[in-house]
């Protein structure tokens, strides 16, 4: 495998660092797809999920560039599946290696598809590069990244390298989203902390931070408060239980706790968490 650079490595630092620092889960892979599209000089980035048997709730959950608007994108989605692209028997057996459809395909049967051609008319790229990601709910799910030029040996290391970091984002993100609409399901009653006139938004929830907790330790703030293990936050998170004491630590030092459940009682009062 060819080795990657100190480059490669900044680069995926930039993507942790993006992400830890986002306030937004709804933004989230979006910025992904951006850093991405730099980071493999690329035409197009996707994020799509690809119900099995349901062509129609195909669709996409981030993208780069951001004009290529999302229901256009969800339209192609939808498309690809119809016409069975090769991605998705792919994924459909298991297969987790980042491949190119070059690759997957071969290139004269890729050269001469239908794929190819529609993607290099409509956005101007010859060849795919798929990053598979965690299914969700029997959803099979992937990063697609297209390019007008072929992926090298290089982008697959990298794409291979980077691949566990993002499925590990990728669970950051979806945590958030549960543990902001769950408080945007509260928010306008009794007992929520949060007052019933504050605007809630569920891809940017104006929960108050008056401690100064950053995303990720009201993510793990979150799994605390439904009584969940530091062991079982790590495997939640990916991350190990060393990481999330350490967390747990700061998030005590902000909120002047000492405890589990004096925390998760502030919390629940101060209207941060559900």
């Known amino acids: 495998m060819p080795q990657l650079h100190a480059r490669d490595y900044e680069r995926m630092l930039d993507i942790v660092v993006a992400v830890l620092e986002s306030e937004s889960p709804g ?30 709730a195909g669709r996409v959950e981030g993208w780069a ?3 290529l608007g999302g229901d256009a994108m969800t339209d192609m ?20 290696v980042p491949v190119t459809m070059n690759e997957l395909c071969g290139d004269s049967r890729w050269h001469n ?9 409509d956005y101007g790229t010859t060849d795919q590069l798929a990053l598979p990601m965690p299914a969700e709910n029997n959803a099979l799910r992937a990063i697609s990244l297209g390019r007008d030029g072929a992926f090298t040996e290089h982008d697959l290391a990298f794409a291979a390298r980077i ?11 979806r945590e958030l989203h549960r543990l902001r609409e769950a408080v945007a399901a509260t928010a306008p009653g009794v007992g929520s902390g949060i007052d019933p006139g504050t605007q809630v938004d569920a891809g940017r929830l104006a929960v108050p931070q008056p401690h100064g907790l950053t995303p990720r330790e009201l993510t ?3 799994l605390l408060s439904e009584g969940i293990t530091a062991h079982g936050i790590g495997r939640r998170l990916t991350i190990s239980p060393h990481t999330v ?26 209207g941060i968490v559900p």
């Open 27 to 56: 933004e989230l892979r979006h910025l992904i797809a951006e850093h991405l599209l730099e980071a493999l000089d690329c035409g197009t980035v996707i994020f799509a999920r690809l119900p099995a048997g349901d062509d129609r």
């Open 65 to 67: 560039p951001r004009r």
């Open 77 to 96: 989605v939808q498309r690809r599946m119809r016409q069975r692209h090769p991605l998705i028997p792919y994924l459909t057996a298991g297969e987790r």
């Open 113 to 121: 598809s239908r794929w190819r051609s529609e993607a290099h008319r």
């Open 163 to 173: 691949q566990p970091l993002l499925a590990t984002a990728d669970r950051h993100v």
């Open 220 to 222: 793990v703030l979150g």
């Open 245 to 270: 004491n350490r967390h747990l630590e700061k998030i005590y030092r902000k909120l002047g706790t000492n405890n589990r459940v004096s925390t998760v009682l502030l919390a629940k009062q101060a």
